[in-house]
């Protein structure tokens, strides 16, 4: 399973039934009994994408002056992240698992809203300026792997 695009082993501990999902040496390690090990992973990367997104949206919205209302982390399907004219962001959880650049430039997508509601020319320039990432790159990875990051339960 990937976390940030990087490929990790997921281990269960069954010797500790209580404690945090620990990630490190490319292996995520859950305790607990082994019925629960997919809904602590599972639990473990949405609040890493919580963390992850949440420093990275507040520091790109931030740079631009302009405030979010509220970050919001779900597991949807249709989409990996929206912006409403009250500076609400909602992004997928799953996220966590795209390459670094990838789930970059979806933040930087979502928060270059707050200025541009649209997706014009301003948009993009301003949208460009927010990440290193490549769009293009980024976008066209989604649109490859997306389906994967659904397929993890």
Do not use: Q
């Amino acid at each position: 399973m990937p976390v940030l695009g990087i490929p990790h082993l997921i281990r269960g501990d069954a010797s500790r039934s209580r404690g945090v999902v620990r990630r490190e040496n490319g292996m995520v390690t859950a305790p607990g009994a082994p019925e629960h090990l997919s809904r602590r992973v599972t639990d473990f990367l949405k609040a890493e994408a919580r963390r992850e997104i949440a420093l990275r949206t507040r520091a790109k919205a931030a740079s631009l002056g302009r405030p979010v209302t509220a970050i919001t982390i779900r597991d949807t399907k249709s989409r990996w992240g929206s912006c409403n004219s009250a500076g609400r962001i909602a992004f997928s959880w799953r996220l966590i698992m795209a390459p670094e650049y990838v789930l970059d430039y979806v933040v930087a997508h979502e928060v270059a809203h707050l200025v541009e509601l649209n997706h014009g020319v301003r948009f993009w320039r301003l949208c460009a300026s927010l990440t290193d990432a490549d769009p293009k790159a980024a976008r066209a990875w989604l649109k490859r792997h997306g389906p994967e990051l659904h397929s993890y339960r």
